[in-house]
């Protein structure tokens, strides 16, 4: 069974669809699938925003400040991340997680900080050099919130130290996040 909605010279813009093979129940807007339930009530949101980025190669000796580098898009659901950062396209709550393994901080640091910065405020992991020994081959450093973000707010994920040498990488690199509602 099929409900449809239409405008003049646009037939199925919006529909509620009843797929008898599949026992599967959709709702389309914008003459999309919008959301799918299927016969065990699992229900996916195929248009609902969600990225995942990951920095390929080192980055070396950034300066502090630095926004951290995600270049390859592994998955862009409606097409809201680039250049580094995500755009949230409509107002709600966000997911957002970044994990980033510094290699060779310096010791004599007085720290080194990762930030997730939203349009409304930043998030940080820090760790002070005086919790090394000696220069560390690597320590990764993790942000894991929900944010509220509106219509057209940012994220990124940046670099900052103080004191020591300017001498830290980034290695491993992941910034990923999802509307959740």
């Not at 797929?19 to 807007?29: C, P």
């Not at 919790?131 to 057209?152: H, K, P, Q």
């Not at 980034?170 to 509602?181: E, I, K, Y």
């Amino acid at each position: 069974g099929l409900i449809a909605f239409g405008d003049d010279g646009a037939s199925n813009r919006g529909y509620i669809q009843y797929n008898h093979d599949g026992d599967t129940l959709s709702i389309g807007t914008g003459a999309a699938t919008a959301m799918s339930i299927d016969g065990n009530g699992h229900v996916t949101l195929p248009k609902q925003p969600a990225f995942a980025a990951e920095g390929s190669g080192t980055t070396t000796n950034p300066a502090s400040g630095a926004q951290i580098v995600f270049d390859t898009e592994i998955y862009d659901v409606n097409g809201d991340f680039a250049s580094n950062t995500f755009t949230a396209p409509v107002t709600g709550k966000y997911q957002l997680n970044a994990s980033v393994r510094y290699g060779n901080m310096d010791a004599s640091c007085t720290y080194n900080l990762m930030q997730l910065t939203t349009s409304n405020r930043a998030y940080y992991h820090i760790l002070a050099g005086a919790a090394l020994a000696a220069d560390a081959g690597y320590v990764e450093f993790n942000i894991s919130m929900i944010v509220d973000m509106d219509a057209n707010d940012t994220a990124d994920v940046a670099y900052a130290y103080a004191g020591g040498a300017q001498q830290t990488d980034m290695q491993t690199r992941w910034f990923t996040g999802a509307l959740v509602c």
